[in-house]
C-alpha cells in the first residue's frame, strides 16, 4: 500500500506567478484535502475534494483553486502569488468525507519571492 | 481568540521523563480529537485519534479528552530523544472532515 506522495517537494516563485502543485493520494482513499502551513503555524485547511467535487472550503481567496482527477489524485493551484503564500502545503487523503483518519503528505515547500 | 489553543514551546525534558502536552478549545461542536506527531520538513504523522471524551492508550502514548473542560491532552512515557519533533492537536465536527489545528508544541528530549 502506497501512501500520499506530493510533487514537487520544494519550489521557489515570484510574486504574480502561478502554481500547480500535485498530490497523490494513498490507494483505496476518495478524498483529498489541502491544507496552508505558514511557518511556527498549525495546518489550515484550503478545500476538500471528494470524487472530483469541492466538497468544502475554508477562508482562502478565489485564486486558491483545485482539482479531482477520477483516479482520485489532486492539484493545487494558486494564482497571482503573494509573499503571504509562502508556506508548506500539505495534502491529506481518506477513505470517506466525514469522520475517517487523514493521512498526510510530506507537503511542498513554497518560497515566493 | 482561536479555535484551538495550543502552547507553541519548546518543552525540553530529559530522556525518560513523562511529556505532557496539551490543547484547549471554544468550539463545543468538536467531536474527534487527534494529535499529530511532526517532524523538521515532514508532514504530520497521526498518533493518537479519539472520539468524545475519556482516555486512549496506545504504548507509550495516553490520549484524554475532557469536553465539559474544552480540555485535551497526551502524555508520552519513557520519552526518548526520537520522540523530539512538534506535536499537533487537531479537532474535527461531526458531519464534514475539516481538521482544526492548533499551532503545534515543540518537544525536546535530551539523552
Known amino acids: 500500500e502506497t501512501g500520499v506522495t506530493q510533487s514537487p517537494t520544494h519550489l521557489i516563485k515570484t510574486r504574480g506567478q502561478q502554481v500547480t502543485l500535485r498530490c497523490s493520494s494513498q490507494?483505496?482513499?476518495?478524498?483529498v484535502s489541502w491544507y496552508q502551513q505558514a511557518l511556527g503555524q498549525g495546518p489550515q485547511f484550503i478545500f476538500q475534494y471528494y470524487r472530483e467535487e469541492e466538497n468544502g472550503r475554508g477562508n482562502f481567496p478565489p485564486r486558491f483553486s483545485g482539482l479531482q482527477f477520477p483516479n482520485y489524485s489532486s492539484e493545487l493551484n494558486v494564482n497571482a502569488l503573494e509573499l503571504d503564500d509562502s508556506a508548506l502545503y500539505l495534502c491529506?487523503?481518506?477513505?470517506?468525507?466525514?469522520?475517517?483518519?487523514?493521512?498526510f503528505g510530506p507537503g511542498t515547500r513554497l518560497l515566493v519571492l | 481568540q482561536k479555535e484551538v489553543e495550543q502552547d507553541p514551546g519548546p518543552l525540553s525534558v530529559p530522556e525518560g521523563a513523562i511529556v505532557s502536552l496539551n490543547c484547549t478549545y471554544s468550539?463545543?461542536?468538536?467531536?474527534?480529537f487527534m494529535w499529530y506527531r511532526q517532524y523538521s520538513r515532514k508532514g504530520p504523522e497521526l498518533l493518537m485519534y479519539t472520539y468524545s471524551s475519556g482516555n486512549k492508550e496506545d504504548g507509550r502514548f495516553t490520549a484524554q479528552v475532557d469536553k465539559s473542560s474544552k480540555y485535551i491532552s497526551l502524555f508520552i512515557r519513557d520519552s526518548q530523544p526520537s520522540d523530539s519533533a512538534t506535536y499537533l492537536c487537531?479537532?474535527?465536527?461531526?458531519?464534514?472532515?475539516?481538521?482544526?489545528f492548533g499551532t503545534g508544541t515543540r518537544l525536546l528530549v535530551s539523552p
Open positions: 491529506a487523503s481518506s477513505q470517506g468525507t466525514v469522520r475517517e483518519t487523514q493521512y
Open positions: 490507494s483505496g482513499h476518495n478524498t
Open positions: 487537531a479537532m474535527m465536527n461531526t458531519g464534514f472532515q475539516k481538521l482544526v
Open positions: 468550539n463545543s461542536a468538536f467531536q474527534y
